[in-house]
């Protein structure tokens, strides 16, 4: 890609110049906002600029224990929902773990018996450890796949061995599972309690998985610290002013993904943008669109249907591989590369969009590697908290989530 000139993450606009210069009312009150973060002057914004001060002692201890479970065990499953796997699921899909390492898996994310069923069925005659990731320790879908599995090993291994196979992530002092890691001395790490679920990718619920996997942890703080800096805030407060001002006239986000690898990246992204902008009647659906394979389906919509949305382009500026296509049959493909079509169908999309006047923003990461990862999770949380707060609600609670959780025991304990 020749007209990329640097390894940052960049972020191109095309929509209406008014659009653009409309979004300027909201830059006074962007900086406000971004120095009140900065300052966390508000509950849960423990997340802010954690990277660049993340405890070298409990790193070592993440790094250790990720090892330690590397050892002992074929697949280690991770247990938990939201955030409290989305990130992990992202990063592995994002990036390729060491080979060697054991297969992370996820569980406890939905409440179909087929699913966990399978899983056991896939894991029952291999070495397992377990991580239960809940920062409240009650989530109903985690909590029963935890038991679910829990039983499996000690079924396997006897009390004692099974328990000492499991870890632990969640609050310091509160919740069930803290009280049932303390009697069953399960390894722990803590979700500070000023970190929300969503925001918590670059703490332990991100990294023990992911060190386990074998992915560069450290690389990916370094890449989180090179999105706290002036440059990538001011770059963060300017797209929370202009998606202030799109969510003015427009309801939906379409994310647009054109690699299958940032797919569970966009699946981070609806859960970051819908759980923490999507309150008081304010906020935009975010919605996940596949390139190529959803222009064949929603692309009529897009081009031709209500209109109603913005883009957002995730786009790598150097693919993960790529392939020149060869042969004597090739034709006008030869010598071509995928990843020249795969620009061509986003200029074609853009191009498409464009006549029809939808706003677009291009998200230009620099490749697949940790650091890029790590960057796009820090500017992305920065961008989605300014866009909260600027609309005016707490990009850090849920209560939405909350009821239908509530709704859910109420069922149960009829
Ligand atoms: O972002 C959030 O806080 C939520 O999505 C939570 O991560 C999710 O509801 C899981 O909650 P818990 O970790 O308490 O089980």
Redesign the pocket.
Known sequence: MSNFNNGQLEIVYEMDEAVLADSERFALAADEKAALLSRKQMDFTGWVGYADAFPEGELADILATADEISSRCKYFIVI?????YLGAKAALSFMDGDGSRPEVLFAGFNLSGAYHADLIDRIKDDDVCLLI?????G?LE?SVAFQALKNLLIQKYGRAEALSRIYAITDRDSGKLRKEATENGYKTFVLPSDI???FSVLTPVGLLPLAVAGIDIRTMLDGAKAANTEEMISIAKKLACVRTALEEQKCVQAICSFEPSTEDFTAWLL?LFG?SEGKDGRGVLPVGVSVSRDLHSLGQFLQDGKQMFYEMVLFAKEPARDITIEGEDAGDYAGRSYSEFNRAVLEGMAKAHRSVGVPIIRAYFPDNSAHSFGQLVYFFELCCALTGLLMGVNPFD?PG?EAYKRGMLDYLLK
């Open positions: 938990g929902i939201g955030g409290s990731i809940s920062k409240s320790g989530t985690p929300g679920g969503r859960q759980e849920q989530v």
